[in-house]
């Protein structure tokens, strides 16, 4: 199973569906079978087709998508109205903005609200419609990023009644340094995210992101959410990686010829030759891929 997300007669670059899914199932294998594992489709699955890639996660079993904005969530809920599945949790990191209600509701999308303003926003769509809505909430524990900032977080704790109407999926937060398998940064956040918590101790929890699914079990809480291991590259940079490479480039020798020792190679004679040699030039530039840094 594969799809092509770029191609000409001379170059093309083709994504390996069957290797992100086995790299899934590899992230979903190190926690529990009672943690679920999401999968992060942000920027357009990290760049390699966010439908294609929900399609077959959905099909291995994924139930849980996270996106950054309200465009890619409802393109992503386009993709699942297609091929049925109906079930699917599409979740929007931004959140939501005032203006964003119904549409957020007409798509089935579940915001993560990252501040007071967000929850208002959603909680009083909530009153005006009737209905419960869902939602998760996100608690910064050092990211100084999205989520709820300290003062916020204590006041919301004495002020649960500003989520009424909301029916909360997960609290979650994010991991500055994963990465960084000792730094004490980790310690401290998994601490401070376990201390907010303890007020929220009906709603299922969510921490990690690739690098927190290796930092062991205390990371990995009901669920977690994955996004730059699916696609083949491993947040430690470990040369064993047991994650598959996600995709391939291949392009076509447009010509063979001989240059001599001392000849110059490219835009601004880059490239002296040495030696004698022999010259492929490959039919790929700048516009199919190549990096022009
Ligand atoms: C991007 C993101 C992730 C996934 O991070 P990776 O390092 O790519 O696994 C998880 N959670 C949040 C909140 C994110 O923004």
Redo the contacts with the bound molecule.
Sequence with gaps: MSHQLFGNADSAITIKLDAIVANWRYIDSLSAPTTKTAA?L?ANG?GLGSGAVATALAQAGCELF?V?NLTEAIELRAVFCQTGDVNIKIIV?HGIQYGQESDFSAHRLVP?LNDLDQISCWRLFAAKTGKPLPALL?FDTGMTR?GLDTNQTNWLIHNRQALEGLELHYV?S?LVS??VVDDPVNAQQLARFNEIRHWFSDTPASL?????TMLGKDYHFAMT??????YGIH?CENLDSPLLSTFEWQARILQIRDAAAGDKVGYGGTHQLARDSTIATLGVGYADGYNRK
Excluded: C, D, Q, W
């Excluded at 990690?208 to 927190?212: E, F, V, W």
């Excluded at 959410?225 to 699916?230: D, Q």
């Design positions: 992060m942000k990290y996270f950054a990191l993560v996100h999205l979650m994010h994963g990465e990690a992101n690739s690098a927190g959410r994955p996004g730059i291991a699916l947040p």
